[in-house]
Antibody
């Protein structure tokens, strides 16, 4: 059973860089059928897709965050990571990692999800 | 920033049927991209409920059903149960700009 687990600092200072890692267990991150994604949810608000990466390193990002986001993959560790630069209080959120399933005849969706990790931006 | 619009809340008594709409545009749902639905119970991560407009993953009760037409999609819950009280989100793909995954604004379902 595939599982994902987010890890990283729970508190980041304004203007600094938020860094999170997602560890995948129970399956290979190098599978050709999947992308891997980051989604966030500010307290009391809805979901926002941040970006996704393929095991080869191919990425695509939310246009509104693109200038500040970098997603990378380490296939040797079965992990992928998120870096969000120049953070402000508006970046305070629960950050989720998830597997993005792509099926030509049915689109693409996220399943499963990690449990999420709260990152607070505050001095 | 959500490009998929959902009603903020819907409610119903146990046993009733409720529906949640997800309205998009010609660059996402209207362009033919499939819609997927997630259930988020309080304090937990979202869970896939419906994929490919109307398909249920293994383990999801058949009380949940999805449909899509034009630039909109719908999630129906029949035989509403107390355990269905949660937030529900639709998700699709948008081909504007360089292409991106988009979520709906979310709907809180309350069981009266």
């Amino acid at each position: 059973q595939l599982q994902l687990q987010e890890s990283g600092p729970g508190l980041v200072k304004p203007s600094e860089t938020l860094s999170l890692t997602c560890t995948v267990s129970g399956g290979s991150i190098s599978s050709s059928s999947y992308y891997w994604g980051w989604i966030r949810q500010p307290p009391g608000k809805g979901l926002e897709w941040i970006g996704s990466i393929y095991y080869s390193g191919s990425t695509y990002y939310n246009p509104s965050l693109k200038s500040r986001v970098t997603i990378s993959v380490d296939t040797s560790k079965n992990q992928f990571s998120l870096k969000l630069s120049s953070v402000t209080a508006a970046d305070t959120a629960v950050y989720y990692c998830a597997r993005r399933i792509v099926v030509v005849t049915a689109g693409n969706w996220f399943d499963p999800w990690g449990q999420g990790t709260l990152v607070t931006v505050s001095s | 920033q959500s490009v998929l619009t959902q009603p903020p809340s819907v409610s119903g008594a146990p046993g009733q049927r409720v529906t949640i709409s997800c309205t998009g545009s010609s660059s996402n749902i209207g362009a033919g991209y499939d819609v997927h639905w997630y259930q988020q119970l309080p304090g937990t991560a979202p869970k896939l409920l419906i994929y490919g407009n109307s398909n249920r993953p293994s383990g999801v009760p058949d009380r949940f059903s999805g449909s899509k037409s034009g630039t909109s999609a719908s999630l129906a819950i029949t035989g509403l149960q107390a355990e269905d009280e949660a937030d529900y989100y639709c998700q699709s793909y948008d081909s504007s700009l360089s292409g991106w995954d988009v979520f709906g604004t979310g709907t809180k379902v309350t069981v009266l």
